[in-house]
């Protein structure tokens, strides 16, 4: 099987300004990495699209950004068709939807694509008829048994395994997930993040899971399904039907929005509302096209653009 999980390193910048060169792949790359397209951000036409991260970009756990709604409003005020993407596969679509709505954003399941629903498009594809064994929150279960994926529930009968954060963490759901794990079974993580904003703070995220299974088995998944994967960043273009060099990548990662960003083309926007302070955008090798404090300030970007 392909390996698909680009390399996961990470760097930063300061000021909300357009960048003249983007440098990537800090660190050592994980699988094949795709090397960036090049683009000229003050050659682009109209921005057409924007895939917009949702946690640290739009909202901290349960608090919104401020001016996260009208940002929205924004863009597609302008026209711009929006697909909102997440790392986190502990919830569905349909979750994710009712969140944004309690926070006055209107979107459908249709325009949300979380690591969950990419990792499901994946395994229907790749391993059609292959049981999957899956350490994750029941949501992601929910989204790959409605992708047709067959989720099976015993560490003998497993063809593949599915890595993903799991609040429910104990000492029994590790020992049945390293039994499921055989030196020849594929390991699909459905993202890299180790942490992720919260409500009072960083939490941990799906790293703490593939960081255990990596301490016990010694092995790395084979491929990482979500950001900064090329798979997700295809899945998201192809959903928000726009070429990449019209559309916006706008996040608060760099090791893996922006990195995403710049692997399949687009423009990216990072936002210092969620991981990313200035301490790692100085050393970041990882150069975004634009550094905003808040997604409240997107219309300076579209603003900076050839046609308005």
């Known amino acids: 099987?392909?390996?698909?999980?680009?390399?996961?390193?990470?760097?930063?910048?300061?000021?909300?300004?357009?960048?003249?060169?983007?440098?990537?792949?800090?660190?050592?790359?994980?699988?094949?990495?795709?090397?960036?397209?090049?683009?000229?951000?003050?050659?682009?036409?109209?921005?057409?699209?924007?895939?917009?991260?949702?946690?640290?970009?739009?909202?901290?756990?349960?608090?919104?950004?401020?001016?996260?709604?009208?940002?929205?409003?924004t863009l597609r005020d302008a026209g711009v068709a929006v697909q909102f993407l997440t790392n986190n596969a502990t919830k569905s679509p349909a979750e994710y939807v009712r969140k944004l709505a309690g926070m006055g954003i209107d979107a459908t399941p249709d325009e949300v694509v979380t690591a969950g629903v990419v990792t499901a498009d994946y395994l229907a594809r790749e391993y059609p008829d292959d049981r999957a064994y899956v350490f994750g929150e029941p949501s992601l279960r929910e989204v790959l048994t409605d992708r047709g994926v067959t989720v099976t529930e015993d560490p003998m009968r497993t063809d593949v395994v599915v890595l993903s954060l799991d609040t429910g963490?104990?000492?029994?759901?590790?020992?049945?997930?390293?039994?499921?794990?055989t030196?020849?079974?594929?390991?699909?993580?459905?993202?890299?993040?180790?942490?992720?904003?919260?409500?009072?703070?960083?939490?941990?995220?799906?790293?703490?899971v593939i960081g255990a299974v990596e301490g016990m088995t010694g092995r790395e998944p084979d491929t990482v399904a979500g950001k900064p994967s090329v798979v997700?960043?295809?899945?998201?273009?192809?959903?928000?039907?726009?070429?990449?060099?019209?559309?916006?990548?706008?996040?608060?990662?760099?090791?893996?929005?922006?990195?995403?960003?710049?692997?399949?083309?687009?423009?990216?926007?990072?936002?210092?509302?969620?991981?990313?302070?200035?301490?790692?955008l100085d050393g970041s090798e990882i150069e975004p096209d634009y550094v905003l404090d808040s997604i409240a300030e997107i219309g300076t970007v579209l603003g900076s653009d050839g046609d308005g």
């Open 232 to 280: 997700a960043g295809r899945f998201a273009l192809d959903r928000l039907g726009v070429d990449a060099s019209d559309c916006l990548l706008v996040g608060d990662r760099l090791d893996t929005d922006v990195q995403m960003g710049i692997a399949v083309g687009a423009t990216t926007v990072l936002v210092r509302t969620g991981v990313t302070d200035a301490a790692t």
């Open 183 to 208: 030196p020849r079974t594929p390991i699909i993580a459905t993202n890299p993040d180790r942490t992720k904003p919260g409500t009072d703070g960083i939490v941990p995220s799906a790293g703490l």
């Open 1 to 73: 099987m392909p390996v698909d999980a680009v390399a996961l390193g990470a760097r930063p910048v300061v000021g909300s300004y357009p960048r003249e060169s983007v440098h990537c792949h800090a660190g050592a790359p994980r699988g094949n990495v795709l090397d960036p397209v090049p683009h000229d951000v003050h050659a682009r036409t109209r921005i057409e699209g924007a895939l917009v991260d949702m946690d640290g970009t739009l909202y901290r756990g349960d608090v919104p950004i401020p001016g996260a709604r009208e940002a929205i409003d």
């Open 169 to 181: 963490l104990d000492y029994d759901r590790f020992t049945r997930l390293l039994r499921a794990i």
